[in-house]
């Protein structure tokens, strides 16, 4: 079972993170088969301005970046469509991990020309964003800054769930164990409930039971979904940071 910590404060207001989080998970039952920083990479990547574009000259969908960070500036081939002179964005140098994508940018020539790096888009970075193509950043991001000064620690934990510990199959079941531990209060959800408008198909047809105390009570909930829309970010976030990519909303949400 993976889950990341701000998925699991969603629950819980928990200060501890990394191996010591990793520590009382185990000791608690929960172990921690592996854990790490999502972010590490965004400690090489920095926002940066571009300053000159130029169209490449062996591919027409291709465009030749000159941007800066500040007191460097680099040369980059990107095919996004809303690449514009003065934009923001967020430049990531080879050599650097992707963790959207799960690979480490290479120097290689893109059609003949050699880049420095890359400009990113919101889906490489596991980032949800707006932007139709390379991410767009507004004016509270500061060219030079280092992306991982705008973002908190993410932390990914993996847990080798035992048959016994079916009350931690869920990420609050996991932050109402942990509560107990660390004598903290798990976070209340108000849930609003609504009567359906509709009457359920589903019918519990028990009378072929020998024995009514074999199964004494039996619940269930019918949804009829009207239009299986895309996912909200933030939903589609919590499964891309832990491995599983997003497909529609009825599919994410049993996901």
């Not at 003065?86 to 080879?94: D, V």
């Not at 964003?129 to 932390?155: A, Q, R």
């Not at 909200?232 to 949400?253: A, E, R």
Request: proline share 3%; with cysteine.
């Amino acid at each position: 079972m993976k889950f990341t910590i701000s998925w699991l404060r969603d629950h819980l207001e928990i200060e501890e993170k990394g191996k010591k989080l990793s520590n009382i998970l185990t000791n608690l039952g929960l172990e921690v088969e592996g854990y790490k920083n999502l972010n590490d990479s965004f400690k090489e990547m920095a926002v940066c301005e571009i300053k000159k574009i130029e169209k490449h000259p062996n591919a027409d969908r291709l465009k030749v970046c000159y941007v800066s960070t500040g007191n460097k500036n680099y040369k980059v081939v990107c095919g996004a469509n809303n690449v514009s002179l003065g934009l923001k964005t967020i430049y990531a140098p080879n050599g650097t991990f992707i963790p959207g994508k799960n690979f480490i940018l290479e120097k290689k020539s893109i059609r003949g020309v050699l880049g420095d790096g890359m400009l990113c888009s919101g889906e490489e970075l596991n980032i949800p964003d707006e932007s139709s193509g390379i991410i767009e950043l507004d004016s509270k991001y500061k060219v030079g800054d280092l992306l991982s000064d705008y973002l908190k620690e993410e932390y990914i934990y993996q847990i080798g769930l035992t048959p016994n510990r079916g009350d931690c199959a869920s990420v609050r079941g996991i932050a109402r164990d942990l509560a107990a531990k660390i004598n903290k209060k798990i976070i209340i959800k108000h849930i609003k409930n609504q009567k359906g408008s509709y009457k359920s198909q589903i019918e519990w047809k028990l009378d072929s039971l020998e024995n009514k105390n074999d199964c004494p009570f039996i619940i269930g909930r019918h949804f009829k979904i009207r239009q299986n829309k895309e996912s909200p970010n933030w939903l589609k976030k919590k499964l891309i940071d832990i491995g599983q990519s997003p497909i529609s909303s009825l599919v994410d949400i049993t996901n």
